[in-house]
Structure formats: C-alpha cells, structure tokens
C-alpha cells in the first residue's frame, strides 16, 4: 500500500491496473511559478515541488509516498495545461503531424527505498483532423491534460509510431514502479 500525493484519476487507474494498492490523498502545490526552458527540468522541478510539500504533510512514516508530475514537449516547445480553449487548440496544432514527447517524473519515497525517475514517451502523431480537434475540445477532456493530450483517447488514431512506454505518457511509469515494488 502507497499514498498517490496526486488528484490524477488517470494516475490512479494506472496503479489499479497494476495491482499496486494505494490511497490517493495530495496537498496543492503551484506549478505555475516554474521557470524552465527545458522539458526534463520543468518536470522536475514540478515534481520536487509536489514531493516536498506532500512529504511535509503526510511524510512516507506510515505509508510510502509517490508523486509524479507530466509535461509534453512538440516542435522545441515545453506544452502545459491549457488554459482555455483557444490555448488547446494551439496546443494540438503544435502536436499535428509532429514528434511529440510525454515526460513523466516520479518520486517514490518509503523507510527503505527512494526512487526518482524520469521517463519519456515519444509520438509520432499524423495530422490531426480539424473536425477531431473541434470536437475533442468541445468534449472538454483536453481540461485538466498536460500538452492537452490524451494517448489513450483523442490522439490514439493518430499514432504513427511511438518509442516507451503508454504508462509513462499517462502519467505515470508503472512498468519501473512495478519492478521496485515487487
């Protein structure tokens, strides 16, 4: 059993797929603050942020703490969350028939292990459907979603190729995670 310190519902349907047992309880931190020019950093520096200020508020004494934080990175761009829908659409126009990078940091924190990783996940991605994109942000599940990008939902059909894993591109490298829990 370990404390998810994330709001993610899809970080933690990827551990329930897993078969790694948990709670899901997180204290806010502000990412927004981060200044970085380079993906890997920024990703980082999220996640410290996130780590420093759950193991402040519950520690990893009575549970083992995991934090993770994602950003995606298309045409020498670092792509955030969205902020409107207008922002999205920019955001997925960059990602059309371009090379995109999903970048997941994770910090496990237990009495006898700590393990700090940084995976990335690159696409391929076709050029997307102008109508696909319309209604995809009409859906409003690009809200929420760094890059404003969903592997497993919108951009699916648009994959021409990919090298990692689709665990690290959700949010979260349960295939490493997994080999240190068992």
């Given at each position: ?5 994330s ?7 990827l551990?329930?797929s ?5 709670v899901?309880?997180?204290v806010d931190f502000d990412?927004?603050r981060?200044?970085a020019?380079c993906?890997?950093?920024f ?7 996130k ?13 083992p703490l ?6 995606v990175a ?14 999205a ?11 995109t990078?999903?970048?997941?940091c994770?910090?496990?924190q237990s009495?006898?292990?700590?393990i700090?990783?940084?995976s ?10 102008l109508?696909?994109i ?12 760094a ?5 497993e939902?919108f951009?699916k059909k ?9 665990s690290?591109a ?9 080999r240190?829990?068992s």
């Amino acid at each position: 059993m370990l404390r998810l310190a994330s709001s993610s519902p899809t970080r933690a349907e990827l551990l329930r797929s897993s078969d790694i047992a948990f709670v899901q309880q997180s204290v806010d931190f502000d990412e927004e603050r981060i200044i970085a020019s380079c993906p890997k950093n920024f990703v980082y520096q999220a996640t410290l942020g996130k780590y420093e200020a759950n193991l402040k508020a519950f520690g990893y004494d009575d549970l083992p703490l995991l934090v993770a934080d994602t950003v995606v990175a298309s045409g020498g761009q670092i792509l955030r969350k969205a902020k409107c829908a207008g922002d999205a659409r920019n955001i997925l126009m960059t990602q059309s028939s371009n090379i995109t990078s999903i970048i997941t940091c994770m910090i496990y924190q237990s009495k006898t292990m700590k393990i700090v990783d940084i995976s990335t996940t690159e696409y391929l991605f076709d050029a997307f459907d102008l109508d696909d994109i319309e209604a995809y942000i009409a859906s409003g599940e690009w809200r929420g979603k760094a890059g404003a990008c969903m592997v497993e939902g919108f951009c699916k059909k648009y994959i021409k190729s990919v090298k990692g894993h689709e665990s690290t591109a959700m949010g979260l490298n349960t295939e490493l995670l997994r080999r240190f829990l068992s």
